[in-house]
């Protein structure tokens, strides 16, 4: 009977379907679905709100000026989100950035020191999964 009633693949809730359902923009866990359906949290954070988190957990930690700020964002945004800047960076082709839309030459340049801290920043601290869509 039970097998009857529940074994129906369309009928099924998995993490996809739920991933589905509520129509985020980015991936989100089990642990974030549970604590929505028991009330613990309100709403899903957007992918920038956790962005902005994790810029400022960034520089709570390395404290940098002001006035690299508005880089120090633009390239943490973009390289915890696009794979191919990432790949970029890593491999130190640079001048692959020539024709890119997110971060050119000239704020990978205005960046200075920043733009090897970041990465390793990145690499430590930041769950890259949960950006993903």
Known sequence: MIAKLFDKPEDFFNLEKLRKAVQVDRRITLREILAKSFGEIDRFKTRDEMLEEEIAKFVSIHKPDAAAMPFIRQFFKAYVTDGGLRAIIESREFSR??????????DLSALGDWREVIPEYVKDYVPLNAFLS
């Open 97 to 106: 950035l020539a024709d890119n839309p997110k971060v050119s030459l000239a």
